[in-house]
C-alpha cells in the first residue's frame, strides 16, 4: 500500500488542492485535526459531507446540503442522560385533561425512539398554559394559568419534580418561551388583556427576569422556535388568528423584527426545529417550514394525521415531535404523539402515545433542539 506523510497538508486560500480518489485510511496514532472556526465563519454552499470543528458550541459539524445546510454530528451532554439513556431527552407537562383537570404530570420520550411517553415527575402546582425553553441541562417552565408569574425548572438527566427558579416580571397565562442554550425568554401571553412583553433569564442561573423587548402586537399562543443566534417567532392570536414572523436575536435585548409571513393565518400556533429549518404549525393539520438564518415567508412542510390545536412540540436535530389535543369534539382529548422528519419534507408519522389524553396546551422541551445546536 502506497503512504503519503506530510506535517502541513492544506488547501491554499483561493487556490485547488488535489482531489483524493478511493479508500482512504488515517492510520494515526495521534489526531486528526479538521478545519475549525465559529459559526459565523462557515462556509456557504459547501459540497455536501464536508466537515469542520465549531468553535462556538465545540462540536463536529457537517455540511448536509444547500437546503438543509450544517448540522451537528455529536454533542455528548444532550446525548448521556443518565439511566443508562442515550439520545435527546423531550418532556412536557402543563396540561388538563377530561378526567383530570389542571394536570401537573410531566412526562419524558427519547426522541430517537419511536414509543410511548414515561412518567419524568411532577411540577410545582396544578397548572395550564405554560410557555417551556431549555437549554441541554435545564427546562423552564414559564408562567402558567394557575402559576401566573412562577417559572420552575426541571433537570434532564434526573427524573424528578420542578423546582423554583424565580419570576417573570409580569403575571401572564397562554404565553410562549423560546431559548438557546444561554437565554430563555417568555413571549407574550394575557392576564387579563393580552400583552406584548418579552423577558429573559439566564438559564443556568436561578433567579427573577428582566426586560428583553416587545414582540409587534399583544397576542396568545405565538408559534416559537430557534437556532443558537435568533429565536423565531410565528402566527398566534392578537387577538384573532395571524400569519406574521417575527425574529429577535438571544445576545442581544430588543424588539422583534419581520420576517416575512406563514403562508395562512395560524391561532394556537407552535413550532420546532433543528439548528437551520423550523416547521410551524397552528389549529389544523397543516405544517409549514422556514429556512431560520433567512428571512422569508413560509413554504409547504405537509400534513399532521389529524387536526391539533393549542399543544406544544419539542425537537432534536432530525425530529420534530407534536404531542396531545385533537381538534375536534367531544372531548378535544387524545393522547396521540407524532413526529416529521426536518431534512425531507412530508406528512407527520405515529411517534406512540402519552400517559394521558390532552385536551389543552402543554408545555414541551427538550435536550436537542435548534437553539441548542
Known amino acids: 500500500m502506497s503512504e503519503f506523510q506530510a506535517s502541513n497538508f492544506k488547501k491554499a486560500q483561493g487556490g485547488s488542492a488535489p482531489d483524493i480518489v478511493g479508500k482512504v485510511e ?27 470543528f465549531n468553535t ?17 454530528i455529536q454533542k455528548r451532554e444532550s446525548q448521556y442522560l443518565g439511566d443508562g439513556g442515550l439520545g435527546t431527552r423531550g418532556v412536557y407537562g402543563g396540561a388538563s385533561g377530561p378526567s383530570n383537570n389542571n394536570l401537573n404530570t410531566l ?12 412518567d419524568f415527575g411532577d411540577a410545582i402546582g396544578n397548572y395550564i398554559w405554560t410557555g417551556c425553553c431549555s437549554s441541554h441541562v435545564r427546562g423552564l417552565l414559564m408562567n402558567g394559568y394557575n402559576n401566573q408569574n412562577v417559572i420552575q425548572f426541571l433537570t434532564f438527566s434526573s427524573k424528578g419534580d420542578t423546582q423554583d427558579f424565580g419570576d417573570t416580571t409580569d403575571a401572564r397565562h397562554q404565553g410562549s418561551a423560546i431559548s438557546n442554550r444561554i437565554r430563555g425568554i417568555a413571549v407574550a401571553g394575557t392576564h387579563p388583556a393580552a400583552v406584548n412583553t418579552m423577558d429573559y433569564v439566564t438559564i443556568a442561573q436561578t433567579g427573577n427576569a428582566v426586560d428583553f423587548g416587545d414582540v409587534a402586537t399583544a397576542g396568545v399562543f405565538h408559534g416559537t422556535s430557534a437556532s443558537s443566534t435568533r429565536g423565531i417567532i410565528a402566527g398566534g392570536n392578537v387577538p384573532s388568528a395571524t400569519n406574521v414572523i417575527q425574529f429577535i436575536t438571544f445576545m442581544t435585548t430588543g424588539d422583534a423584527q419581520d420576517f416575512g409571513d406563514l403562508a395562512a393565518a395560524k391561532g394556537g400556533a407552535r413550532g420546532c426545529s433543528n439548528a437551520t429549518r423550523a416547521v ?4 389544523g393539520n397543516t ?9 422569508g415567508n413560509a413554504t409547504d412542510f405537509g400534513d399532521m394525521t389529524a387536526e391539533q390545536a393549542q ?27 407524532e413526529f416529521i422528519t426536518f431534512a425531507t419534507t412530508g406528512n407527520a408519522q405515529d411517534f406512540g402515545d402519552a400517559t394521558d389524553d390532552f385536551s389543552s ?5 427538550s435536550t436537542g433542539h435548534g437553539g441548542i445546536g
Request: aromatic content about 12%.
Open 287 to 295: 405544517l409549514e417550514f422556514i429556512t431560520i438564518a433567512t428571512r
Open 311 to 337: 399543544t406544544n412540540t419539542c425537537s432534536s436535530s432530525v425530529r420534530g415531535v407534536f404531542p396531545g389535543r385533537s381538534a375536534g369534539a367531544p372531548s378535544f382529548a387524545t393522547n396521540h404523539i
Open 280 to 283: 410551524h404549525r397552528g389549529d
Open 56 to 72: 462556538d458550541v465545540g462540536t463536529i459539524e457537517v455540511y448536509r446540503g444547500d437546503t438543509i445546510g450544517w448540522e451537528y
Open 107 to 118: 412526562d419524558f420520550i427519547t426522541i430517537e425512539t419511536l414509543g410511548d411517553a414515561q
Open 361 to 365: 396546551y402543554q408545555g414541551f422541551m
Open 26 to 52: 488515517l492510520t494515526s496514532p495521534y489526531f486528526f485535526v479538521p478545519p475549525s472556526g465559529t459559526t459565523a465563519e462557515r462556509p456557504q454552499s459547501c459540497a455536501p459531507g464536508t466537515i469542520r
